[in-house]
């Protein structure tokens, strides 16, 4: 079973900084099976990016995502107000998803 | 406009059933799968299985083997999520998440491995 590891746990930054969050999956995946989300206090998760790097619709060009094999990581490129949140990636293998314990983006 | 919208929150007491319900809307409901996951108080994500209207074709998350049944109504499209012998250990937010048949990446179309709509949540506290 492959094991998504998040880093940091916690990110404290200013609106404006940019922001760069890890995944790491315990040995190597493809690029099309990872994700993602955002979660906002209170609210359901919001899909951001697939296939590891596409942007799903309506998201703002601010949220990028890349890498391969075993590392993954999404950038937000300047923090706006709203960023500020829980962010999970997610996996599909072996008819499985996994997702990662998740990295919270707080204001500094 | 695509929705999923979830039956209210729940309070229940220790060795009881429940069923929370997920409705679609917007789409073509036996064309895409629906998942459930749930989220313990202060806890990340944790797939729980999905399930395909089409034909009724479901993929249960070992962790929650044997403690869930998921289905659906196609008529209503809506889907269904059973609890059985509820614990305090149950007590958590359940969510139902739409995955697209197909993604479209690079220019061309790929089976999709993601959730692309996903309901309120449903809350369920189990409590003596």
């Known amino acids: 079973e492959i094991v998504l590891t998040q880093s940091p746990g916690t990110l404290s930054l200013s609106p404006g900084e940019r922001a760069t969050l890890s995944c790491r999956a315990s040995?190597?995946?493809?690029?099309?099976?990872l994700a993602w989300y955002q979660q906002k206090h209170g609210q359901a998760p919001r899909l951001l990016i697939y296939?590891?790097?596409t942007r799903a619709t309506g998201i703002p060009d601010r949220f990028s995502g890349s890498g391969s094999g075993t590392d993954f990581t999404l950038t937000i490129s300047r923090l706006e107000p709203e960023d500020f949140a829980v962010y999970y990636c997610?996996?599909?293998?072996?008819?499985?998803?996994?997702f990662g314990q998740g990295t919270k983006v707080e204001i500094k | 406009e695509v929705q999923l919208v979830q039956s209210g929150a729940e309070v229940k007491k220790p060795g009881d059933s429940l069923k929370i319900s997920c409705k679609g809307s917007?789409?073509?409901?036996?064309?895409?799968?629906i998942a459930w996951v749930r989220q313990m108080p202060g806890k990340g994500l944790e797939w729980m299985g999905i399930?395909?209207?089409?034909?009724?074709?479901?993929i249960y998350s070992p962790s929650f083997q044997g403690q869930v049944t998921i289905s659906a109504d196609k008529s209503i499209s809506t889907a269904y999520l059973q609890l059985i012998n509820l614990a305090a250990s149950d007590t958590a937010m359940y969510y139902c998440?739409?995955?697209?048949?197909?993604?479209?990446?690079?220019?061309?179309?790929?089976?999709?491995?993601?959730?692309?709509?996903w309901g309120q949540g449903t809350l369920v506290t189990v409590s003596s």
């Open positions: 998440a739409r995955r697209p048949p197909y993604a479209y990446v690079w220019g061309n179309y790929t089976p999709s491995y993601y959730f692309d709509y």
């Open positions: 917007g789409y073509s409901f036996t064309n895409y799968w």
């Open positions: 399930f395909y209207p089409g034909d009724s074709d479901t």
């Open positions: 040995q190597s995946v493809s690029s099309n099976s």
């Open positions: 296939g590891a790097s």
């Open positions: 997610q996996h599909y293998g072996s008819s499985r998803w996994t």
